[in-house]
């Protein structure tokens, strides 16, 4: 008799989820539609989600509880990385940036365990005799990493913080330096991005041919911004390429490193 009771019990549960789940579909399709028109990226319910998460989390994103499936999820994808279990960590990092395309931290913390904890391990596994078998996996795992931060930045179009990560990565484990350089400048063209991210793209310009001057330019616009600017990276870059680019001795900035409002190596006006 108690089975049947606790078998009526989740039919009955089921059936409250499938029926507010008609009823809240209208209303999240509208708020779809609001979202893309506002440019924005929403995750849609359709049945490649419901093959992520299986029926009964499908029944209970219908029913809007998304934000606490994903939360739970984001558990079983920390458990999953205390495991080494990477490949099953993936997969639910993909569920739960889909439930959720708009928090941030769920895209960088994917990223950054796929490309940089999973790569490593897959470089170091010592089950895997062949190293360029290794070194697929690793390039995979970063593949992956990436991929999370351009669907991040594809959903949270008008925020710095993906457009560093994906700087980040582009810079330290793809070493493509020109990449790495237009992800930093778009990052760096939000009114409240970091400063250092204007002097990361710079720096990444200057090491790309070709790019030299437009490297100098905008790290002399920085260094015209102040002392808040002034760090010896950027002073020593700067001296650098005031060499490779033979700029004439009384365009460099002076030694001292004081700033001017004129030339380069003008002296201050006040």
């Not at 009823?23 to 989600?49: C, G, I, K, M, Y």
């Not at 009964?56 to 279990?85: C, V, Y």
């Not at 596994?125 to 992956?144: G, H």
């Not at 700087?167 to 790495?180: F, P, Q, S, T, Y």
Request: net charge positive; no cysteine; aromatic share 10%.
């Amino acid at each position: 008799m108690s089975g049947l009771s606790s078998l009526r019990r989740n039919l009955i549960a089921i059936l409250m989820l499938a029926v507010a789940g008609a009823v809240l579909l209208p209303w999240e399709r509208e708020l779809q539609r609001d979202s893309q028109a506002a440019h924005f990226r929403t995750a849609p319910l359709n049945l490649s989600l419901r093959e992520q998460i299986g029926q009964s989390g499908f029944l209970a994103a219908l029913s809007g509880f998304r934000a606490p499936l994903a939360a739970f999820l984001w558990i079983d994808a920390h458990s999953a990385w205390e495991k080494t279990e990477w490949g099953r960590m993936a997969g639910l990092f993909n569920t739960v940036t889909t439930l959720q395309p708009h928090t941030l931290l769920y895209w960088d913390i994917a990223a950054w365990h796929m490309a940089w904890n999973a790569s490593i391990a897959a470089l170091q596994d010592t089950k895997q005799q062949s190293e360029v078998l290794r070194e697929r996996a690793r390039r995979q795992y970063i593949d992956l990493g990436r991929d999370f931060l351009e669907r991040g930045i594809k959903n949270n179009p008008d925020n710095y913080l993906l457009y560093e990560r994906l700087g980040i990565l582009l810079r330290d484990k793809v070493e493509d330096h020109n990449a790495a350089a237009d992800s930093f400048a778009k990052a760096a063209s939000f009114s409240d991005a970091p400063n250092y991210i204007g002097r990361f793209a710079a720096y990444e310009m200057a090491k790309v041919p070709g790019r030299e001057h437009e490297a100098y330019e905008r790290l002399l616009t920085l260094y015209h911004q102040g002392k808040k600017q002034w760090m010896p990276s950027l002073l020593a870059k700067i001296r650098e390429l005031e060499k490779r680019l033979n700029i004439p001795p009384d365009q460099r900035i002076p030694e001292t490193g004081a700033t001017g409002t004129g030339s380069a190596g003008s002296s201050p006006s006040h």
